[in-house]
């Protein structure tokens, strides 16, 4: 059903593709502000979320609307302002077992192999030598990265080493996978494709999904739904329905019905990322008088 | 392990092919031999004081075979190392600590920075009040010098680890005796080691000053008992023996921190 009236549809509710019962993730009317020495600055704003099992959630919003200040408090990594947030039926206050993060920036560890990365959260956890490597084994051909066990990550290209940051993450083995612009440093092609395995994954494993995001195309290609984040402080824009059929392979990219969920969310983000320039640039101009 | 991404060191230490840098470093030492005999010939100074080339050779033979020196040589090399292994891990923790805590770093900090070039030998007459005039204040004025080298190079090691690392292992809830093992250490391998060899050095000077100011043992007692005998001969030979005792120890230190690189973070 992927007709233009459901691209209106605002929803809190989970998505048609979500199979029901208790979400694994709730945020609930979450506030986070930051003292700064011009004062005080709320990042994120009264949001509120549900995420399902098996869902795929993202969130998108311009560049500094606090995508990663909710990624960051969803980890457990930050503390919440007011507010709360549950997964699994348990309140959040610092890392939580059930969530497995994957960051923005670079985080490989260079002095680790390939499979010594994917069997760090393993070894934390205690698991024997033997048998953490062979797990880790099924986590790199997971993300196709056979044949690489014992390279070291400046062996590699960008696109693998975040390949291998998604299965160390993987290997953990979260019943939330939460990722902070993962691709961000890909090119287009390669974000697609790695898109695709990312979809192959999910479905595998039934995985539940919450990926921050600022690439219009990325979200639709990959998402069951995607909240709309506003410029500053980071509200709740919208929330919307991608009633795609699945299983999906980057080809969809090229139907009408992505096209128009694209725009659709484009029109949406327009409004906000303007706005986020123009703070910039009153900013800058503020800056350049003594 | 022929291809990673450390393999530099490793390589250099495997390849000993004859390098032009060798040939100028043999040079040098020529150069100084003869310009040392070409003095001590000329009588401009006295000739006790510099003696010539075949008296030193002479009495580094003798010295090389008279068991008092590898029984001096001993005792140094075992202040020295248990100076190096207390100073070292307290500076270790201490670094790591302070590295670690943004509000320990300021704190704390500026005391090392002005105690750190302090001569220590102005703290040997502590030492001996509370370690005795045996082996042990010597070993205390070893540690209590590499300490501070140690400290202040893992707490600047530290505080270069990348913070996403750290997020890292916090979000697979590693605790801080994991981040410890599997994320600082690993991560600072560089200035770690930089520290201890600095250290080594330090505690070495701190152990032989102590040694030559008040002891009946050790490297620094021979060379004050050859210098009050004015043996001189004898003092050049074993001053030649402790710069190659410290340069092979110097190269030890590298050899076993590489090695121990390469055999990587399990
Ligand atoms: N520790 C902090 N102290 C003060 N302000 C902060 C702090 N962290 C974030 N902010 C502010 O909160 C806002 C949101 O930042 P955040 O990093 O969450 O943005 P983002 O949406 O992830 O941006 P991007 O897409 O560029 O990664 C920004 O205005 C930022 O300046
Ligand atoms: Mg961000």
């Known amino acids: ?85 549950a997964v699994a039926g348990e309140r959040v206050n610092g890392p939580h077992p ?37 797990r880790a084994q099924h986590f790199i051909k997971l993300v196709g990265l056979q044949g690489f066990e014992k390279r070291f990550p400046a062996e590699l290209s960008g696109g693998m080493r975040q390949r291998v940051a998604i299965a160390r993450t993987l290997a953990f083995q979260p019943k939330l996978l939460l990722m902070d612009e993962p691709f961000a440093a890909l090119d287009e092609q390669t974000r697609l494709l790695l898109g695709d395995k990312v979809t192959q994954i999910q479905q595998e494993l039934n995985q539940t999904v919450v990926l921050i995001t600022h690439n219009i195309t990325e979200a639709v290609q990959l998402s069951d739904r995607i909240l709309i984040m506003t410029y500053r402080p980071g509200r709740t824009k919208r929330i919307i329905d991608i009633d795609l059929p699945r299983p999906r392979t980057s080809e969809i990219v090229g139907s009408d019905a992505f096209g128009r969920y694209v725009a659709e969310i484009w029109n949406d983000l327009r409004e906000e990322a303007s706005q986020g320039m123009q703070d910039e640039e009153a900013l800058a101009q503020q800056r350049k008088r003594p | 392990m022929a291809s990673t991404g450390v393999l530099t060191s490793s390589e250099r230490a495997s390849g000993w092919r004859p390098d032009p840098v060798l040939w100028v470093r043999l040079a040098i030492i020529v150069g100084v031999l003869v310009l040392w005999q070409v003095v001590a010939m000329s009588g401009l100074l006295y000739q006790d004081v510099v003696p010539q080339l075949p008296a030193i050779v002479a009495a580094l033979g003798r010295l090389l075979v008279n068991p008092e020196l590898y029984r001096n040589l001993w005792v140094t090399l075992y202040e020295t190392v248990l100076a190096l292994v207390f100073g070292g891990v307290a500076g270790l923790f201490v670094g790591i600590v302070l590295g670690g805590s943004r509000f320990f770093g300021r704190a ?57 690392l750290m997020r890292v292992g916090q979000s697979f809830r590693a605790s801080p005796r994991q981040m410890v ?86």
């Not at chain 1, 490989?108 to 033997?130: D, H, M, S, Y």
């Not at chain 2, 070495?204 to 100011?213: C, F, N, P, Q, R």
Request: net charge neutral; glycine share 10%; hydrophobic share 45%.
């Open chain 2, 181 to 266: 093992q599997k994320i600082y250490l690993p991560a600072m391998r560089e200035p770690v080691v930089n520290g201890l060899r600095l250290g080594f050095g330090i505690a070495l000077i701190g152990v032989l000053l102590a040694e030559t100011k008040l002891s009946n043992q050790g490297l620094g007692f021979l060379v004050i008992q050859n210098y009050q005998r004015f043996d001189m001969p004898a003092m050049y030979a074993l001053l030649i023996a402790i710069f190659v005792l410290s340069m092979g120890a110097n190269a030890a230190i590298t050899r076993l921190t590489s090695r121990s690189a390469a055999s990587g973070a399990r």
């Open chain 1, 1 to 85: 059903m992927s007709t233009a009236t459901n691209l209106h549809q605002v929803s809190r509710k989970g998505a048609a593709a979500a199979t029901g019962g208790q979400p694994i993730l709730t945020v609930d009317h979450v506030v986070k502000s930051f003292e700064t020495p011009q004062g005080k600055v709320t990042a994120v704003d009264d949001m509120s979320l549900d995420v399902r099992q098996g869902e795929f959630v993202s969130v998108i919003g311009p560049s500094g609307c606090g995508k990663s200040t909710l990624f960051n408090m969803i980890g457990g990594l930050l503390s919440i302002t007011e507010g709360e947030i």
């Open chain 1, 98 to 134: 059930s969530i497995g993060m994957v960051f923005q920036e670079e985080s490989t560890f260079p002095w680790r192999t390939v499979e010594e990365n994917v069997a760090f959260p393993l070894e934390i956890q205690g698991v024997g030598k033997a048998e953490r490597l062979e």
């Open chain 2, 108 to 164: 704390f900090e500026p005391y090392l920075y002005y105690l750190g070039p302090t001569p220590k030998i102005i703290f040997f007459p502590v030492m001996i009040m509370w370690f005795g005039t045996g082996g042990g204040s010597k070993i205390a004025m070893g540690a209590f010098s590499c300490f501070f080298p140690v400290a202040l190079s893992v707490a600047v090691g530290m505080r270069a680890i990348p913070p996403i």
